[in-house]
């Protein structure tokens, strides 16, 4: 898997998201790292309400299909996670 840049709370950061749409607010993806730092799983959620921005769902739509997800199947509201 490659490196993956995230915050220091495990949430993925992307280059597009929009702060000023409450979907793209609501919408995104999160790393949990076991105890010698690896990735072992990685959650994305849709956000329940909102517009997201057609350049933010690119950049997670590709993230996604790198990880098997096809992001526009997820319901909105609903998370998917897959164990690496």
């Known amino acids: ?32 790292r076991n105890d010698d730092d690896k990735i072992i799983a990685i959650t994305v959620k849709v956000a329940a309400k909102g517009m997201i921005s057609s350049e933010y769902t690119k950049e997670i739509s590709d993230f996604c299909d790198k990880l098997g997800i096809d992001f526009s199947s997820i319901p909105c509201g609903q998370s998917k996670t897959v164990e690496i």
């Not at 495990?10 to 749409?21: D, L, Y």
Request: charged residues 20%; proline residues 0%; positive net charge.
């Open 1 to 32: 898997m490659e490196n993956i840049s995230t915050n220091k709370a495990g949430f993925v950061n992307f280059q597009n998201k929009n702060w000023s749409f409450k979907g793209d607010k609501g919408t995104f993806a999160k790393v949990t």
